[in-house]
Nanobody
Framework: QVQVVESGGGLVQAGGSLRLSCAAS????????MGWYRQAPGKQRELVATITGGGTTNYADSVKGRFTLSRDNAKNTTFLQIDSLKPEDTAVYYC????????????????WGQGTQVTVSS
């Protein structure tokens, strides 16, 4: 069984920083791409950033230059460094990972975490 868990959210002032973590665990054969989405109250879920298995990153225009996504393949973990936070960054942040499990190594499934709340005060 595979599990993905986010951590690192919290309440910060505008201009501050947070580092979110996304850790995958369980019967993992391999992990390909990983990504982060966010959803604010009353708004649609939006893509924040993705990182390929080779380490290539892509960012939404709204976060480009402020967010940095990295991965530690040995730990099956991604890190989303968030700097210069703005009130509009307030949302629940969800991590996902495209994973081959040891039980189904020929199939890639997207696993989602439960989300971590980021609240930015002005």
């Amino acid at each position: 069984q595979v599990q993905v868990v986010e951590s690192g959210g919290g309440l910060v002032q505008a201009g501050g920083s947070l580092r979110l973590s996304c850790a995958a665990s369980g019967s993992i054969f391999s992990i390909n791409a990983m990504g982060w989405y966010r959803q604010a109250p009353g708004k649609q879920r939006e893509l924040v950033a993705t990182i390929t298995g080779g380490g290539t990153t892509n960012y939404a225009d709204s976060v480009k230059g402020r967010f940095t996504l990295s991965r530690d393949n040995a730990k099956n973990t991604t890190f989303l460094q968030i700097d210069s936070l703005k009130p509009e960054d307030t949302a629940v942040y969800y991590c996902n990972a495209d994973i081959r499990s040891t039980r189904l190594p020929m199939t890639i499934l997207r696993y989602w975490g439960q989300g971590t709340q980021v609240t930015v005060s002005s």
